[in-house]
């Protein structure tokens, strides 16, 4: 048992026991990965997306690159968080009054409860990149709501809970490309219309390399014992383009501005023929989590090198010590 995460119980949560002989604290799911090339009729790839717990089984927002090359966001469900029945069409976005409000192309989604609703946040097409934000409770009305900030951005990632009555947003501000530069900032709003008080979390850099060129929020924050922790991936610019990778850090509970402990290593990074090999090489994009707080077990969906969805596994004390252990302040 353990009581650092503060939270549900979720006693269904997709889980493989840690391989004999295995040290790392992050281990993959040996059945990886969990999606494959060409899932539905209309879509190539179904990677970088987002499940939930709902009743007694599982709900999704996936990110579908469709067979013209362009990416949108499709729901899902299913029974056990292992196999799952993605939609063919997309999610059909409405404003407050009901009228259709489609998205020109939409990727990497987060999806979190706050209160009565289910939020999703994703890359959003602004003139340009930006963060996308819409909502829904019963994943059929689905109501798109104003773009919280400015192009450019992406990786836009609620916190599930006000804190001090303000609702809170972490981004990475970008540029219309392939960004070779990227930090974590933060943004809070009292009614998820108005976004300010924007401040800078984390920087790229560091002593490893790995999250040297930039790096971006990944799953909805867990609300520890020891503060909000925070899975995000890290770049490395190398001489055969970017490597995907991810660690963790742990932010202050009452503000998250103020990182308390951020590790310097990597917990994943690609290694795995469906990591390193697939539409973009070397790329393993975590965006979200599910956890069962009485057991500490937590399971990552990660993208695999934009192609698959792949799942890790990981217990919260080992990972907090972990990252204290390997604490780096910059
Ligand atoms: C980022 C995003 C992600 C993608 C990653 C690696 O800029 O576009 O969707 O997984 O690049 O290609």
């Not at 097409?125 to 990149?129: Q, T």
């Not at 773009?147 to 990786?155: G, K, Q, S």
């Not at 009452?254 to 990182?259: A, L």
């Given at each position: 048992m353990s009581k650092t995460i503060i939270g549900s119980p979720l006693?269904?949560?997709p889980w493989e026991d840690r391989p004999a002989g295995c040290n790392d604290v992050l281990w993959r799911y040996s059945?990886?990965?969990?999606i494959g090339w060409n899932?539905?009729?209309?879509?190539a790839r179904v990677y970088n997306s987002a499940v939930l717990p709902y009743k007694d089984a599982f709900v999704g927002v996936f990110r579908a690159d469709h067979r013209n090359g362009r990416a949108n966001l499709h729901f899902g469900t299913s029974?056990?968080?292992?196999?799952f029945e993605i939609q063919?069409?997309?999610?059909p976005w409405v404003d407050e009054s009901g009228k259709p409000n489609p998205v020109s192309y939409a990727y990497d989604p987060r999806f979190s409860k706050i209160d009565d609703w289910y939020y999703v946040t994703w890359c959003d097409?602004?003139?340009?990149?930006s963060i996308g934000m819409g909502r829904t409770k019963d994943f059929k009305t689905w109501i798109r709501m104003p773009?919280?900030?400015?192009?450019?951005?992406?990786?836009g990632v609620l916190f599930p809970r006000k804190i001090k009555g303000n609702y809170f947003l972490l981004s990475r501000p970008s540029d219309s490309?392939?960004?070779p530069f990227g930090d974590i900032f933060l943004s809070e709003s009292p009614d998820m219309i108005y976004w300010g008080k924007h401040r800078h979390v984390m920087g790229r850099g560091g002593?490893?390399?790995?999250?040297?060129?930039k790096i971006g929020a990944g799953p909805v924050p867990i609300e520890t014992t020891e503060g909000w922790l925070l899975f995000y991936h890290g770049v490395s610019g190398t001489c055969n383009g970017f490597v995907y990778s991810y660690g963790a850090a742990i932010l202050d509970i009452?503000?998250?501005?103020?990182?308390k402990y951020r590790c310097s290593d990597y917990l994943l990074t690609p290694e795995k023929s469906y990591e390193t090999t697939g539409?973009?090489?070397?790329v393993c994009f975590p965006c979200q989590n599910l956890y069962d707080a009485p057991t500490g077990r937590i399971a990552i969906y990660y993208g695999a090198a934009d192609t698959y969805t792949a799942l890790a596994f990981c217990q919260v004390d080992e990972v907090i010590a972990y990252v204290k252990a390997h604490n780096e302040a910059f």
């Open positions: 006693p269904n949560l059945n990886n990965p969990v899932p539905t009729p209309s879509t029974k056990d968080g292992f196999t063919d069409s997309v999610i097409d602004m003139k340009g990149a773009n919280p900030l400015m192009p450019f951005n992406r990786n490309a392939h960004t002593k490893g390399w790995w999250q040297g060129t009452d503000d998250p501005s103020k990182v539409f973009v090489p070397n």
